[in-house]
């Protein structure tokens, strides 16, 4: 059966975008990420209030992650992968976020979501791709007969990992282990690596 890799972006190939913007804002509710509210929607709807609050438009979000790097080790990984595999990136993230951050990674496919703006650069609100979309992209991949392989770091992720025929947390914070401990871990990329071939090996049986 061929197999096809989905991951998760932030976290995994990039710092959390929302990290960033906190630090540089020094908004510190702005902190605030999947790893620690697991409803996505109850998130955003918190962020957009905040950003208006402190009337912050998407331009000045752009130019936060306009500095935001890979992490360290994270493309050579990503090259590695895609040198010997099919992946798809599948994000909770925006396009109007990911640009930037899609060139630094040499441009790999990448499912996200929609941001809702202004002329005024305001960001309004957000259109999801669809509900659920990471359980319904590896869903999807599934019913077109390939293996899903999966990793992510956080809540947002664990539909998609349940829902993979195997499925890793990279980095994840201490409350997601002890949450769903019967997910295998790995914190370093060559340990995710070493994982990954492990899974693709039990692909070709």
């Known amino acids: 059966m061929q197999h096809m890799l989905c991951s998760d972006l932030e976290g995994v190939f990039v710092p959390e975008i929302w990290i960033n913007v906190a630090e540089k804002t020094g908004i510190e509710e702005l902190r605030?990420?999947?790893?620690?509210?697991?409803?996505y929607n109850v998130l955003m709807d918190?962020?957009?209030s905040i950003l208006d609050a402190h009337g912050l438009t998407l331009t000045d979000i752009q130019a936060v992650?306009?500095?935001?790097?890979?992490?360290p080790g994270a493309l050579e990984f990503l090259d590695a992968i895609r040198a010997e595999h099919q992946i798809i990136i599948v994000s909770d993230t925006f396009l109007e976020f990911a640009g930037p951050l899609m060139e630094k990674l040499r441009r790999p496919t990448l499912f996200c979501n929609c941001l809702q703006v202004a002329d005024t650069g305001r960001i309004t609100g957000y259109e999801l791709r669809q509900e659920n979309g990471k359980k319904k992209t590896t869903r999807a991949l599934q019913d077109l007969n390939y293996r899903v392989i999966a990793f992510g770091d956080s809540y947002n992720d664990i539909s998609m990992l349940q829902t993979a025929d195997n499925a890793f947390l990279f980095r994840p914070p201490e409350n997601v282990v002890r949450e769903f401990p019967q997910i295998a871990v790995a914190y370093e990329y060559d340990e995710l690596a070493a994982l990954i071939r492990q899974a693709v090996s039990s692909c070709h049986y």
């Open 46 to 48: 918190k962020r957009l």
């Open 32 to 39: 605030l990420t999947t790893r620690d509210i697991s409803d």
């Open 65 to 71: 992650i306009a500095e935001i790097e890979p992490l």
